[in-house]
């Protein structure tokens, strides 16, 4: 084989590994991956709403429950007071007895309070056990796609150390300068910059190749570097 005949070599091995690079930074599983991050995400700020809500609801119950105790405490001295026989005025015992009624109309309606905040947790309970159930399947969907996506890149990283070191053992019987030619027109035409001449034809650029410049090119010596006048390729013939 010629040196050029490794090079078109050496170029089908870089196409495969361009097409492994690019199969590797498309796998579907990044997707996969990306999504269940992103629902994570949301699932999260969600649950930090319902929680911040669920705390504001157990701080209103825990304030009326306060208030509950507080209230109950005052009518206990209340009621000591009202039959603890201390007092026999008529007017201070009735008064007494208002007040003590007042404070149990009060505890009642704080009681009722207390159970309104129960009523409003209950939905927001629930809430946070669906988003909990949420997040784990969303962790475990993000779990399995990164296990996939991690053993769809182990295998093409594989496969593209082989294509590398066949490529770096082929490079070696390449001449410097035309290796060097080669690597600088790849980087400016798509990742081809050697391709065969079949007839007239550049298969790196599909075109027909002039007579003029197709009949200079067969008449170049075997080992010139000849490149196409319409993509500036390296031709092998």
Known sequence: MSAFDDLLEVQQL???????????????????????????????????????????????????????????????????????????????????????DGLHARQHDLEDLVIEQMELAEPIDEELLSLAARTEASE??????????????????????????????????????????????????????AARLSGSRCEGCHLAIPSADLDAIRHAAADAMVTCPECGRILVR
Do not use: F
């Not at 001295?77 to 008529?90: D, E, K, R, W």
């Not at 769809?152 to 496969?159: D, K």
């Open 14 to 100: 870089d196409t495969t590994a361009d097409q492994l690079r690019h199969r590797m930074s498309t796998l579907p599983e990044r997707d996969r991956v990306a999504a269940a991050v992103v629902a994570s995400a949301e699932i999260a700020i969600a649950t930090v709403d319902a929680e911040s809500r669920r705390a504001e609801v157990r701080r209103e119950q825990r304030r009326h429950e306060d208030e509950v105790a507080t209230t109950e405490a005052k009518a206990g001295q209340v009621n000591g007071q009202l039959y603890g026989g201390a007092i026999t005025s008529p007017k201070e015992l009735e008064a007494l007895q208002h007040e003590l």
């Open 140 to 193: 475990l969907e993000r779990t399995a796609a990164q296990a996939e996506l991690d053993a769809g890149l182990a295998a093409l990283e594989a496969e593209l150390a082989d294509v590398s070191a066949t490529r770096t053992r082929l490079a070696k019987e390449i001449p410097d300068d035309l290796l060097a030619g080669y690597e600088s027109i790849r980087a400016r035409s798509g990742g081809v910059g």
